[in-house]
């Protein structure tokens, strides 16, 4: 069972930074499929951004641009860069990895973006 463990949240000004990491219990370099998605005040959870073991990654329309996804397999860890915060990308931030469809999410952090 791997257990995933994010970080880096926070409360930032809008046009601002922070770098999101998610650190597996156990080697996450076999996870084929590893991915951010938040989740706002009522509303559902939407994808943010994913990479592959592979290296290939895609974002959503609402990040492009502002956000990048990177993985450190000798650091046992996947990172989120956030650049040019909006308040619309207040949320809940999980990370999220799927091993040959055994599912694995992280609690979350909790990213605000106001002045």
């Known amino acids: 069972q791997v257990q995933l463990v994010e970080s880096g949240g926070g409360l930032v000004q809008p046009g601002g930074s922070l770098r999101l990491s998610c650190v597996g219990s156990?080697?996450?370099?076999?996870?084929?499929?590893m991915a951010w998605f938040r989740q706002a005040p009522g509303k559902e959870r939407e994808l943010v951004a994913f990479?592959?073991?592979?290296?290939?990654?895609n974002y959503a329309d609402s990040v492009k641009g502002r956000f990048a996804i990177s993985r450190d397999r000798d650091k046992n860890t996947m990172s989120l860069q956030m650049n040019s915060l909006k308040p619309e990308d207040t949320a809940v931030y999980y990370c999220?990895?799927?091993?040959?469809?055994?599912?694995?999410w992280g609690k979350g952090t909790l990213v605000t973006v106001s002045s």
């Open positions: 156990v080697s996450i370099r076999s996870i084929n499929f």
């Open positions: 990479i592959t073991t592979g290296g290939d990654t």
């Open positions: 999220h990895g799927n091993k040959y469809g055994m599912i694995y």
